[in-house]
């Protein structure tokens, strides 16, 4: 069994190719399209509930008849097979679901999963009260904002209360704060990326860097931040209330590395924060496949550093290789 995971961008030009106005780009689409929808079963396409999110973002727009159509084409091309990975459960479960009920499903859910952070914040501030989280009001941060202040005021600006309150509660609750104002601002994303790259002197041709993982382990601990990129990923493994997945070391390598500037991708209005994180929900469902299509570089790229660095061997490809690698061995 050989299984193969589609970026969204790659399913979205399979369900039409007509609307592709390169000719040589169509015909590699039409030939890849006939190759999967006539298969044979030794051969698994599944969808993730990271595609339901991108096909959210349509159904937000209005575009509700673009959406029935996609849903239609996803059952269709996937055979309804589904990799998901559960609230409380500690892998991806491989299984048979239909798209339109999984689509239904994370909109009738999507009030609850669009919480913005201040929400989140309010909640965790009453579950202080109780007495629930005094462990880490108990934990000291340890950090010195007096250098930070010194150095990089801008910086300590977005930690207020972690100034006042040496815990790490007070950590926690300034940087939801923050990720609710890059929810919502995407250029503070861009400036603050920017800042943290020079405040710690980052490469400027970071991209083009190999065995990155490895070369920020170096570095890393050397700076400001005075931990290896490992370890900034793996931080707060578990505790007495969380224990951290696998899925979330994925996505925060997947999402450091592109805030340190390794093919990062610059967010805007139509490319938000949320967008980044289902990038590397993608990278994280990819890696239970043998096979991830992407025509999306930076994605590649993060993803093959993130799979590298955790000795995941899924083999990523353009649309334009695999056509290739299909159309040898078709020849042999």
Excluded at 112 to 128: H, Y
Excluded at 219 to 239: D, G, V, Y
């Amino acid at each position: 069994m050989i299984t193969v995971y589609l970026d969204w961008n790659i399913i979205t030009n399979l369900a039409d190719p007509s609307y592709i106005n390169n000719i040589d780009i169509q015909k590699k689409l039409l030939y890849i399209k006939d190759k999967f929808e006539t298969r044979g079963k030794d051969v698994a396409i599944p969808y993730s509930n990271a595609h339901m999110n991108d096909l959210s973002k349509s159904y937000k727009k209005g575009e509700r008849e673009r959406v029935e159509k996609s849903l239609n084409y996803l059952s269709l091309l996937t055979w309804d097979v589904c990799i998901a990975k559960y609230w409380g459960e500690d892998v991806p479960k491989w299984h048979k679901r239909s798209p339109k009920e999984f689509f239904e499903t994370t909109i009738s859910l999507d009030d609850l999963q669009s919480k913005n952070f201040t929400q989140l914040t309010a909640g965790i501030d009453e579950l202080v009260k109780t007495g629930v989280f005094d462990v880490f009001k108990a934990i000291p941060h340890d950090i010195d904002f007096g250098y930070i202040i010194k150095n990089y005021p801008a910086l300590a600006n977005l930690y207020p209360l972690s100034q006042q309150e040496n815990n790490v509660y007070a950590v926690l609750h300034d940087t939801f704060n923050i990720l609710e104002l890059i929810s919502d601002d995407p250029s503070l994303y861009n400036e603050l990326r920017k800042m943290v790259k020079e405040s710690i002197g980052i490469d400027p041709h970071i991209s083009a860097l190999n065995n990155i993982v490895d070369k920020l382990d170096e570095f890393l601990p050397n700076t400001l931040l005075n931990t290896s990129f490992t370890e900034l990923a793996s931080s707060n493994q578990s505790n007495l209330y969380y224990k951290k997945s696998y899925q979330d070391v994925i996505v925060h390598k997947f999402m450091q590395l592109d805030f340190l500037g390794y093919n990062s991708d610059k967010l805007s209005d139509k490319n938000k924060y949320s967008n980044l994180f289902n990038d590397a929900l993608h990278c994280y469902y990819a890696a239970y496949c043998d096979v991830f299509i992407t025509n999306d570089k930076k994605t590649a790229k993060k993803s093959k550093a993130v799979y590298e660095s955790e000795g995941i061997i899924t083999q990523i490809y353009s649309l334009d290789e695999f056509t290739s690698l299909l159309q040898e061995i078709n020849k042999k």
